[in-house]
Nanobody
Framework: VQLQAFGGGLVQPGGSLRLSCAAS????????MGWYRQAPGKQRELVAR???????NYADSVKGRFTISRDNAKNTVYLQMNNLKPEDTAVYYC???????????????WGQGTLVTVSS
């Protein structure tokens, strides 16, 4: 199983970016998908998560600005980030809880990370 993230970059404060992350490989089912971020010198933190049925949860710091969505047919999760702030600068990692065709255990998989820099 591989998770590949796209969409990071440099944006000015108040701007927008859309991240995407596609899961591929020997997938039987995906229970939840989400985005985490890690800023320099800080621990990795949850940004947003979406589980089966479309239930979402967000970090308080991004509520009202970020929206997570999921395309089940494409095994892809998106993060629309609006009104970005300098404190949103971090490496963003996608995550998915997946059962594979050959392994019934639910396991967490991580993407490679994509850098988001918010600066004027």
């Amino acid at each position: 199983v591989q998770l590949q993230a796209f969409g990071g970059g440099l944006v000015q404060p108040g701007g927008s970016l859309r991240l995407s992350c596609a899961a591929s490989g020997n997938i039987f089912s995906i229970v939840g998908m989400g985005w985490y971020r890690q800023a320099p010198g800080k621990q990795r933190e949850l940004v947003a998560r979406i589980i089966s049925g479309g239930i979402t949860n967000y970090a308080d710091s991004v509520k009202g600005r970020f929206t997570i969505s999921r395309d089940n047919a494409k095994n892809t999760v998106y993060l629309q980030m609006n009104n970005l702030k300098p404190e949103d600068t971090a490496v963003y990692y996608c995550n998915a809880d997946i059962r594979t065709i050959t392994d019934s255990q639910l396991r967490a998989y991580w993407g490679q990370g994509t850098l988001v820099t918010v600066s004027s």
